[in-house]
């Protein structure tokens, strides 16, 4: 159950784009489309913002998007906002378990 | 609406036991699959452990807490719980319940947290 990697932070200014990458393995991201993402702003508790890879739950901007390629998946966040910072982890379904990135903190210049 | 209170959450001395409870509204925790994710302070997110929603209830643990944690439910009290055993030191954190989205392996709904503290 080792944990899926992901950038220690991120950084863009209002309006730009930012890719948050996590990767996996064979055995987790690679082989299951249970993959989700989830926003944290401190103090708080994570919110689900992906799921299946790349279905937004109700109420979830579509400024956010999200895709896999293999063992890696990604989440993108377009036209950012400052309300966009936060922490973003990803999570992965793995036979049995499911394993979380170690987390990227998303700063908004 | 969907509702998750967690408690029972404090500060227990290693090797010592504690139950968290998470009580739920807005829905029926039987019905439903549950997580329980945790967060050690300053650090990320950790998953627990998940009950399943269909009628065997089957329960799923990370390695971390295997053999010493026990998740279950009450139809009765619409509540999930978490049995804590052998507590350690590495063991403290804020503890999450979350609803799982059906079939997704991902939460929905989440609790506020209760904080777990193992120290001597």
């Known amino acids: 159950q080792s944990a899926l990697t992901q950038p220690r932070s991120v950084s863009g200014s209002p309006g730009q784009s930012v890719t948050i990458s996590c990767t996996g393995t064979?055995?987790?991201?690679?082989?299951?489309?249970?993959v989700s993402w989830y926003q944290q702003h401190p103090g708080t508790a994570p919110k689900l913002m992906i799921y299946?890879?790349?279905k937004r739950p109700s109420g979830v901007p579509d400024r956010f998007s999200a895709s896999k390629s293999g063992n890696t998946a990604s989440l993108t966040i377009s036209g950012l906002q400052a309300e966009d910072e936060a922490d973003y982890y990803c999570?992965?379904?793995?036979?049995?378990?499911?394993?979380f990135g170690g987390g990227t903190t998303l700063t908004v210049l | 609406q969907v509702q998750l209170v967690e408690s029972g959450g404090g500060v227990v001395q290693p090797g010592g036991s504690l139950r968290i409870s998470c009580t739920a509204s807005?829905?029926?925790?039987?019905?439903?699959?549950m997580h329980w994710v945790r967060q050690a302070p300053g650090k990320g997110l950790e998953w627990v452990s998940f009950?399943?929603?269909?009628?065997?209830?089957?329960?799923y643990y990370a390695d971390s807490v295997k053999g010493r944690f026990t998740i279950s439910k009450d139809r009765s009290k619409n509540a999930l719980y978490l049995q804590m055993n052998s507590l350690r030191p590495e063991d403290t954190a804020v503890y999450y319940c979350?609803?799982?989205?059906?079939?997704?392996?991902?939460?929905?709904?989440w609790g506020q947290g209760t904080l777990v503290t193992v120290s001597p």
């Open positions: 979350a609803k799982d989205r059906g079939n997704t392996w991902a939460g929905d709904y």
């Open positions: 807005g829905f029926t925790v039987t019905n439903s699959g």
């Open positions: 009950i399943s929603y269909d009628g065997g209830n089957q329960e």
């Open positions: 064979s055995s987790d991201i690679g082989a299951y489309n249970y």
């Open positions: 299946d890879v790349n």
């Open positions: 999570y992965s379904y793995a036979h049995n378990c499911v394993v």
